[in-house]
């Protein structure tokens, strides 16, 4: 996190814009993972390193997702340790556990050492159990400790986002004590936030935040017990995503301690770890409401693998299919002396099963910007029969109209308008209420809502269509 | 930005947790917005004051979303300026502007006045021409001129998403001359982020960045010259999102210079504005693919503004449905002669239209990853393909032994089952390659794939089940 680490350009011209040198311009070939994939199977560790760091980040990231498993374990391994550890930041999860897995327990806890801590107790916490210890026995032991610690968290609470590498002084220090305690720690101080130093007593317990450009103005005597900013907020490790969410709306810091129960400092959780969960978690929710669910999904993982996944919720969606086929089914006789209800039924199921998935956006939305409460149903559901109720009205006289046009008999324009238009009410109720009622009982709203939604919209608009048609039979045929 | 403004708590147990004290708990009342509708009709400036300072942020913006347009614009107006401004912060952006919109040009500008630079900009852009001109007439000329510039630049570019409070010094300054400056400014400097200078000449060119804890190891009388790092990177005001994320993944920077074409410096672009941009793309992806489009929806906007702009969306729909009705209506009497066939469209359009989002889900996810490029639709569409003829098969044959049970037919089962295969592949085809093709030629690729993923893929079962039916009539009667 420092402009220290610019790679400086000799050429001024060139080194004032990135969007003059497009990144893939820069790449040595269009397809860099071939030549990537040569050069692993060559196996010269120094021409590998070459390559891979002439490569853009981007092209480093699309052509190591490209090899195999093993080519890529053997490239990572080929690489020097921190090399590899800045590569393996820049894969998608399940791939960079994967490839670390795949490396010998030493040659992995190398790149792992050279990680930062909340990335490493990411990675840790993506292999198996043993996988991990083999790795962490690796380490060395005040390392591995901390590692353990940090992994033990879940990833979505303040302990699991938070970094351990920050500056920790006690009250007593005085400026100038500071200042040489930097300086003879630059190395290791070289990839820590510096903005901020934490005041703790001997015993871990947290007193005071220091901001650094402060020393800039006070005598170099002064002691920190005195420069600090005493009683600071911190959060504690436990704390969940949608509250640190909060928090840092409320709060325009660029991070915050994090403490224990016993409000010892753990960490230090920056407003960057807690953005980047929450775009995670955006993902993550759009994938589950397109039926990815099980984790993510790349083109580049085993065939069996991804069509099992994508399957196991197919399976389950076929279920809820056959249950609104059922109602068709008990309707036959009535379907087949109108035909032309058969031409509507698909309109009144995916007109209807539109509206619901707008209310059930409008719903997710409001929830993640904290505009409704989720014990607020009857209002979301008042505010969405009304929109329902106009464009189940529009739409069901333009169906009407059509059906009208189509068949020349004006009961069939009333059973499939007044089954749209009830339909329609029927759904954005359900889109717009379902979201909340899952968030008050703890489910995940993206997941389910999708094809329950769409299932029950379909049940309920065959339903209607066929029961209405089955009472006015005799004008229909 | 800054721990210094920390409110600093009493009791030392009770700043050191958030999560101890959820922000819902200290609400005064259960609907603030009632609460805060009758001070805001009442009209005392400074029980309103009191009153809004003490709900959480959550709840401001909840009880302020809630209000009718006007009494929210006379909330605004009673706060005092800086108040008002943090308000605004926490408001949904439409909503922001128009309440801006309803004060007099004076109490706005009072409020714009408040805001950071990138906020000005933001609210400015989203105001009438004439709206923006008469608070901008009622700003100090300096500012105005400043924030008419940042809001004619677009909101997903460099120059749109970046602040002008920054530190710039030139490169004869020492570093006494530095911290005087700095004591002397310490008001305005303290929004700024002070982690880094900027160093230009006297005409605006950028020559070099400083950290600013650098200052903290050298000589007073040190020229910033000797001190700066020189030709720093820096981004191009016109620079898009999609590579100023590629940017900030391939640098471990928490901000970055933003410099016009002849390399003048314009302002600093910090990771967090392009995260907070890739955050609003990702949510705004997932509202237009779930048909909420012309921009967000809240649930207290005008009931037309919503029930049209929904209806918009849903006319289009119905058009494209209409072309799917009509295959059907050209199969009518192979669906009058085997009834059995119409229990099964909607199992097949249904399914193959959830194999398909799968498909799109996935390759939205890859192209947002850069693990694939929009021209490798070959690629992609033999990888859908694979996938397809898997799943396709194996639902293809659950729904055909469904059918043969359903009905006794065998070549019921046949058509039905070889239906589902093919518009199976079908489906993931399309859904896999026209995201790539949306993105190559510019197009949105989260608003269309959607609807015109479903609309083909059902016209597509429809033909098959239908057509393959009347193929093998004389079998199926």
């Given at each position: 996190?420092?402009?220290?680490?610019?790679?400086?350009?000799a050429?001024t011209?060139?080194?004032t814009?990135?969007?003059d040198?497009?990144?893939?311009?820069?790449?040595v070939?269009?397809?860099?993972?071939?030549?990537?994939?040569?050069?692993?199977?060559?196996?010269d560790?120094?021409q590998?390193?070459?390559?891979?760091?002439?490569?853009s980040?981007?092209?480093q990231?699309?052509?190591?997702?490209?090899l195999?498993?093993?080519?890529?374990?053997?490239?990572?391994?080929?690489?020097?340790?921190?090399?590899?550890?800045?590569?393996?930041?820049?894969?998608?999860?399940?791939?960079?556990?994967?490839?670390?897995?795949?490396?010998?327990?030493?040659?992995?806890?190398?790149i792992?050492?050279?990680?930062?801590?909340?990335?490493?107790?990411?990675?840790?916490?993506?292999?198996?159990?043993?996988?991990?210890?083999?790795?962490?026995?690796?380490?060395?032991?005040d390392?591995?400790?901390?590692?353990?610690?940090?992994?033990?968290?879940?990833?979505?609470?303040a302990?699991?986002?938070?970094?351990?590498?920050?500056?920790?002084?006690?009250?007593e220090?005085?400026?100038?004590?500071?200042?040489?305690?930097?300086?003879?720690?630059?190395?290791i101080?070289?990839?820590?936030?510096?903005?901020?130093?934490?005041v703790?007593?001997?015993?871990?317990?947290?007193?005071?935040?220091?901001?650094m450009?402060?020393?800039?103005?006070?005598k170099?005597?002064?002691?920190?017990?005195?420069?600090?900013?005493?009683?600071?907020?911190?959060?504690?490790?436990?704390t969940?995503?949608?509250?640190?969410?909060?928090?840092?709306e409320?709060?325009?810091?660029?991070?915050?301690?994090?403490v224990?129960?016993?409000?010892?400092?753990?960490?230090?959780?920056?407003?960057?770890?807690?953005?980047?969960?929450?775009t995670?978690a955006?993902?993550?929710?759009?994938?589950?409401?397109?039926?990815?669910?099980?984790?993510?999904?790349?083109?580049?993982?085993?065939?069996?693998?991804?069509?099992r996944?994508?399957?196991?919720?197919?399976?389950?969606?076929?279920?809820?299919?056959?249950?609104?086929?059922?109602?068709?089914?008990?309707?036959?006789?009535?379907?087949?002396?109108?035909?032309?209800?058969?031409?509507?039924?698909p309109?009144?199921?995916?007109?209807?099963g539109?509206?619901g998935?707008?209310?059930?956006?409008?719903?997710?939305?409001?929830?993640?910007?904290?505009?409704?409460?989720?014990?607020?149903?009857?209002?979301?559901?008042?505010?969405?029969?009304?929109?329902?109720?106009?464009?189940?009205?529009?739409?069901?006289?333009?169906?009407?109209?059509?059906?009208?046009?189509?068949?020349?008999?004006?009961?069939?324009?009333?059973?499939?308008?007044?089954?749209?238009?009830?339909?329609?009410?029927?759904?954005?109720?359900?889109?717009?209420?379902?979201?909340?009622?899952?968030?008050?009982?703890?489910?995940?709203?993206?997941?389910?809502?999708?094809?329950?939604l769409?299932?029950?919209?379909?049940?309920?608009?065959?339903?209607?269509?066929?029961?209405?048609?089955?009472?006015?039979?005799?004008?229909?045929?």
């Open positions: 996190m420092d402009h220290l680490n610019v790679t400086k350009t050429d011209s060139d080194s814009s990135v969007s040198r497009p990144v893939s311009d820069r790449s070939s269009d397809r860099p993972w071939e030549e990537l994939e040569r050069l692993a199977e060559a196996g560790p120094q590998l390193g070459e390559y891979v760091s002439g490569l980040s981007c092209d990231a699309l052509a190591l997702s490209r195999d498993e093993r080519l890529r374990a053997s490239v990572l391994s080929g690489l020097d340790a921190d090399d590899a550890a800045e590569l393996i930041g820049h894969l998608p999860e399940s791939q960079a556990a994967r490839a670390i897995a795949l490396l010998t327990p030493d040659d992995a806890a190398a792992v050492h050279e990680l930062p801590s909340d990335e490493q107790a990411d990675v840790l916490g993506d292999l198996s159990t043993d996988q991990a210890e083999a790795i962490l026995e690796a380490l060395p032991v390392e591995a400790d901390a590692a353990r610690q940090l992994s033990s968290y879940d990833d979505n609470v302990g699991g986002m938070m970094v351990t590498e920050m500056l920790r002084f006690t009250p220090m005085t400026v100038a004590d500071v200042i040489a305690e930097l300086n003879a720690g630059a190395e101080y070289s990839d820590f936030d510096v903005r901020y130093a934490y703790c007593e001997t015993d871990g317990k947290l007193v005071g935040v220091l901001p450009q402060n020393l800039l103005f006070v170099r005597a002064a002691k920190l017990a005195d420069l600090m900013i005493q009683n600071p907020l911190a959060v504690s490790d436990t969940e995503l949608d509250e640190l969410i909060d928090f840092f409320s709060h325009a810091f660029v991070g915050v301690p994090v224990d129960e016993t409000g010892l400092l753990k960490g230090v959780l920056h407003r960057e770890a807690v953005s980047y969960e929450e995670r955006a993902e993550s929710d759009y994938l589950k409401s397109q039926g990815i669910v099980g984790g993510e999904e790349l083109r580049s993982m085993p065939l069996w693998l991804r069509a996944r994508r399957l196991s919720w197919l399976s389950i969606n076929i279920l809820l299919n056959i249950g609104a086929a059922g109602v068709i089914a008990y309707f036959q006789d009535t379907l087949q002396s109108v035909i032309a209800l058969a031409v509507f039924l309109i009144i199921s995916d007109m209807s539109c509206s998935n707008q209310a059930v956006a409008v719903s997710m939305r409001e929830l993640s910007l904290g505009l409704v409460r989720p014990s607020e149903m009857m209002r979301v559901w008042w505010k969405e029969v009304s929109v329902g109720m106009i464009n189940g009205a529009v739409l069901g006289l333009l169906v009407a109209l059509l059906a009208v046009v189509f068949d020349g008999n004006y009961y069939l324009g009333l059973v499939v308008g007044l089954a749209l238009l009830i339909n329609t009410i029927v759904a954005v109720s359900i889109g717009g209420v379902v979201p909340l009622l899952m968030k008050r009982f703890g489910f995940d709203p993206a997941v389910a809502s999708g094809p329950l769409t299932t029950v919209t379909d049940m309920c608009g065959f339903f209607l269509v066929l029961g209405l048609a089955t009472m006015l039979l005799s004008k229909l045929v």
